[in-house]
């Protein structure tokens, strides 16, 4: 959430904001309005509750007609105690309940706009010309099943549409991945840990995840758990309610999970292969630091995306994703999109958000510096989802015979292979 102070102090700054995400401005002055009742309504009930006690001191010491009009007051006042704290929680409750419904702001350097208004920042690698090789490039899935690497039909069969098997070496290629992306985390100084699947409400809500993303959420209702879309919920939630000492940060945690996402809203887009799916696994980097070190983080974790993306070998784009493609916890996001060859165009494979306060502010996260005590700033980058990453390779590095070349950069986890060969049927 954001600070109310900055929402009072520069409320045209929280409209702008809102107006970039393309979300209801009008939630600010109902905001605005909701926190006044909360502050007046609060000053009311102190100022009862003074009289309260006041009163409470000098009706032993009256007698007669004066006692008589100090307990008819005391009465009263006992009414309008618990009156004011009604309207005092009420108000406090709404404005919170409203402070959850607003987004983080948006970054001023963001690029206004839809999901097409993004803009392309660098550009990396070189797209192969399959024309020039002499050959038709294959998609995934055609070179997944002559690898034995995919099976889509038994995972529709076992259990519904976008759910899949990886087999032999498919399999073998995930550990492959999982495990040079958790070697290159560790040697960046990232602590590697293996996070919970399922997680409370508070850690889901907290994270942002229960406002415009709530449809694309599992909930287990019978033990009011959610399955995490990933483990930077579990990652966020990990230090809630903590004070940590300045001295401390940066703390970086890379973050192996399974993920589980409905895909509401996505009926008809991507529905051959692998490349959305309602479960997958993935390496995830998490970092807590200083506010004021915060954009300097973001772009830390960039570029440990792009060195990732270029040991593997992947022509790639960074975009700045625009303002009304942005989750509400973010207030900036950069995404590298890999290109596949059979779609003709670059696709998302990793993503970077800063987070700013937003987080820390819901999960009661806070740095002590001296003795000042403050919320910290969160930050989160994809390092490797796994189905989409083995997409871009088997389609990026394919060869006219159906076999992959492995890069370099993933043999010492695959035995030394260097090319993953179709299998007899």
Known sequence: MIDLRLLREDPDRVRASQRARGEDVALVDALLSADERRRSSGVRFDELRSEQKSLGKLIPKASGDEKAELLKRAEQLKADVKAADAERDAADAETQELLLKLGNLVHPDVPVGGEEDFVTLETHGTIRDFAAEGFEPKDHLELGQRLGAIDVERGAKVSGSRFYFLTGVGALLELALVNAAMAQATAAGFTPMLTPALVRPRSMAGTGFLGQAAQDVYHLPNDDLYLVGTSEVALAAYHMDEIIDADRLPLRYAGFSPCFRREAGSHGKDTRGIFRVHQFDKVEMFSYVAPEDS???????????????????????????????????????????????????????????????????????????????????????????????????????????????????????????????????
């Not at 306060?357 to 002590?368: A, D």
């Not at 030394?416 to 060969?421: A, D, H, K, S, T």
């Open 295 to 425: 954009q300097a983080e973001h772009q830390r974790l960039l570029e440990w995306e792009k060195q990732w993306l270029t040991s593997l070998e992947l022509p790639f784009r960074v975009i700045d994703v625009a303002s009304g493609d942005l989750g509400s916890s973010a207030a900036r996001k950069f995404d590298c999109e890999a290109w596949i060859p059979t779609q003709g165009k670059y696709r998302e494979l990793t993503s970077t958000s800063d987070c700013t306060e937003f987080q820390s502010r819901r999960l009661s996260i806070r740095v002590r510096e001296g003795k000042q005590v403050r919320p910290l700033a969160t930050l989160n980058g994809t390092l490797c989802a796994v189905p989409r990453t083995i997409v871009a390779i088997l389609e990026n590095h394919q060869q006219a015979d159906g076999s992959v070349r492995v890069p370099e950069v993933l043999r010492p986890y695959l035995g030394g292979r260097e090319v993953l060969e179709p299998v007899a049927k």
